[in-house]
């Protein structure tokens, strides 16, 4: 039988949550939403919530990552009649979401229900039409094959969470936990966040516009044709001046010729993408030396350290400083 509905004075709570389990998958994303919806804390003196740990066959054994298993002792239904629905991944996401979880999850949205994803759940949730016409997140892996599997849904890869009010996604896995505690505060209001992530010791409050913190190493350049030589070289030369017209000599062509070619190959212009690179080789630096940010600005080609943290900020949705308090080893 599907959860009974919180009577309309505690609705604004949402109190019963469901969260998807299913064969193959890892348990972190599941375990965090289990600690935070599936414990009681009569300490914080609000209504809590009431957990069902929900498969698409009731009481089945599911196997996890790590070679054992789980049985949930609820299914589809107990899910589609929740008040908050929550799906931590999907099993393939290539694959085809099983058409049941389809149907549920359509009728919990028709019902009223906030829907939530962490990481690859994006998928679950797109596959149910619940993410067209909207902006949405997943784990930056799998950002661009969301896109294409779906081009309704506005994917935007570079934040932890999105909260479109009664469709929420995250990143991955630990940002799934920002998103979980940003549910509580919305529910119950920063002080009972703060106090439960304090026993969780994580920090009570990463905003969802944070960007995701990507390895974006320098990557080699595919291709041997002129654009992909001057990507190449600019890559060996990033500490020193990077013009158009260098970029264009390097590659054997007129200024209008290269910005026109290497739009058309990366999606951006060529300035665009020298900062990102600039960007990408300043992490190893913050997180591996103790060097001043303005010998890392310098390092990487920046003219200033105002112009490095301007760029940095604005790509990275944090300051250099903050990225090395984060990340440094």
Known sequence: MPLPLAPPASRAARRTVAVLAFDGMSVFELGCVVEIFGIPRPELDVPWYELAVCAGTPGADLRVVGGFGLRAEHGLDVLAGAETVIVPGVADVRGEVPPPLVAALRAAHGRGARMVSICSGAF??????????????????????????????????????VDGGDVLTSAGSAAGLDLLLHLVRSDHGPGVANTVARRLVVPPHR????????????????????????????LEHLAGPLTVAALARAAHMSERTFVRRFRERTGTSPIRWVVSQRIAASLPLLESTSAPVEEVAAAVGFDSPATFRHHFTRVMRTSPSAYRRTFAA
Do not use: C, I, S
Not at 125 to 142: C, I, K, N, P, S
Not at 219 to 229: K, R, T
């Open 207 to 234: 905003d969802g516009g944070q960007a995701q913190f990507v390895r974006a190493a320098v990557a080699p350049v595919e291709g041997d044709d002129g654009v992909a030589a001057a990507m190449a070289w600019a």
């Open 124 to 161: 679950a949730l797109a596959a149910a039409g619940l993410l067209d016409g909207r902006e949405a997140t997943t784990h930056w892996r799998y950002a661009e094959l969301l896109q294409r599997r779906f081009p309704r849904v506005r994917v935007d890869p570079d934040v932890l969470y």
